[in-house]
């Protein structure tokens, strides 16, 4: 194993693990043992072997939002005059919170989080708060050239601020119990509030030429959706430096 890899993995431990829990001193020996696993050449089963039962649950975080997509898929490729795969798509992405809310739950009540722990985090709220709201978006309607611009905003603002509290986690005030006191920017999962906002748009016919502020500049290069701003300024919310939202 590389000294580089060993300062990465302890600096790595500083961070937010499996959901905001953070970790402070030095390597533990069940931390220890999974980077051995991970740095470790041989073993196709490594990988598997490093996990922990909150990782398998922010799995489920992922699968749902993966799920959600391909049900937006569905729903574009099939009968439009059917909303049933629309309404799937929406209804996994609370069911993805509920697993991202439950992993951190179940790190703390084993006393056990993985190195993985705060990677596979991100990865999976990307997937489930980030890319599968876009897709719900476009499938309901907002899909011109402008729109797509505007929704890959919204995502890589996600990506941004994931990124961004990987790195930054460890610097952040802490409260008594060792967990970050406040997030930088509003949660990702905040984008729930666009999965509701679409979902009174399915519920109300509100969808397609009938999206609500229809479509300005009709009929040019730069025709969109004026709803689709409302993605762009959660986007803007996700990267504020100054906003401060108290953990739970």
Known sequence: MSKRTSSAAANGAQAKLDSGDSITGPLTDTKQKDLNLLAAEGGHF????????????????????????????????????SHTNLWAALSLLPLGLFFDFFDG????????????????DSLADLISFGVAPAVVAFSIGIRTPLD?????????????????????????????????????????????????????????????????????????????????????????????KSIHVPKP
């Not at 649950?57 to 009968?79: K, P, Q, V």
């Not at 739950?105 to 596979?120: C, I, T």
């Not at 025709?223 to 990267?239: D, N, R, Y």
């Open 148 to 240: 797509h611009l505007c929704l890959a905003f919204f995502v890589l603002c996600g990506l941004t601020r994931l990124a961004r509290f990987n790195v930054t986690a460890a610097s952040i005030p802490k409260d008594a119990t060792g967990k970050a006191a406040y997030f930088e920017g509003t949660p990702i999962p905040t984008t729930l509030g666009l999965d509701a906002m679409m979902g009174w748009w399915v519920a109300q016919g509100w969808i397609h030429d009938a999206v609500p502020g229809g479509v300005w500049l009709a009929g040019t290069p730069l025709e969109f959706h004026p709803v689709v701003l409302v993605f762009m300024v959660h986007g803007c919310l996700m990267t504020s």
């Open 105 to 120: 739950k179940v790190a703390r009540w084993r006393h056990k989080s993985s190195l993985m722990g705060q990677e596979l």
């Open 46 to 81: 490594s990988l598997i072997k490093a996990m922990h039962l909150a990782d398998l649950i922010t799995e489920m975080n992922g699968l749902c939002g993966i799920l959600s997509i391909f049900s937006s898929l569905r729903y574009c490729a099939g009968d439009q005059t």
